[in-house]
């Protein structure tokens, strides 16, 4: 079974990564089971493995946290939700492509019983929604805006950090970054899209997909 946490109010991100890295360490060690926490951070940026400096474009604005995670510079801040998600992946099928796509496809899921249709781009990490509401790109194709992020590291094939989805976050607060490198496209929410979707909305949608999603762990097997 596993745990689910919300927690109230913003979230340290250093107190949150050293939580997540101590319970991705117990589930390792068959010391806690598996854990989804749910978050709002406090306005900052974080880089990840992969980030380049000149991503950075305005780095007085908001603290700097360097991320162990997977990806390059992204946003958190109110109006964000951020799933943490410390699953037991060696269990799981030890496939961390396969494991993306079902965090990938739980996104999509959640944002779908909003009536929003998230899309996936070869090439670009997160998911998108088509803008027919903008002009069209310089080469003609529809505006394509960002919605979520995601972003996972493995310790002994448990997994933490996780998915993050826009619900209403200051949107020009993402302009102190170029969010995962992108430059080509702009960044939305579910209220910016005009829904009127609260964070208590999103978080009973994301817990009735994930369990559509992630079958539950297999028993272990017996001692022999």
């Known amino acids: 079974m596993t745990d689910w946490i919300i927690s109230d109010g913003l979230t340290d991100y250093d107190e949150a990564c050293a939580w997540m890295e101590a319970r991705a360490i117990a589930i390792a060690a068959g010391e806690a089971g598996e854990c989804v926490w749910l978050v709002e951070h406090p306005p900052l940026y974080t880089a990840g493995t992969s980030a380049k400096p000149a991503d950075l474009t305005d780095p007085d604005r908001f603290p700097v946290h360097e991320s162990k995670r997977g990806g390059q510079y992204t946003y958190h801040g109110p109006g964000q939700r951020v799933a943490y ?21 739980w996104v999509i899921a959640t944002l779908d019983r909003f009536n929003v249709r998230g899309e996936l781009r070869e090439g670009r990490v997160g998911v998108w ?63 910016d899209l005009g829904l009127p979707v609260t964070m208590a909305d999103l978080d009973v949608a994301l817990r009735q997909t994930f369990d559509e999603i992630f079958a539950p762990l297999p028993d272990p097997a017996p001692d022999r």
């Open 85 to 105: 998600v410390m699953l037991d992946v060696g269990r799981r099928g030890r496939d961390v492509r396969r494991f993306v796509h079902q965090l990938e496809t």
């Open 129 to 191: 929604v088509v803008r027919g509401d903008k002009p069209p790109g310089p080469t003609g194709a529809p505006a394509e805006d960002k919605i979520a992020a995601i972003g996972i590291r493995l310790r002994k094939w448990v997994s933490f950090h996780g998915i993050s989805i826009n619900v209403e976050p200051e949107l020009e607060h993402f302009s102190g970054i170029v969010p995962c490198g992108i430059t080509d496209h702009g960044v939305t929410s579910l209220v």
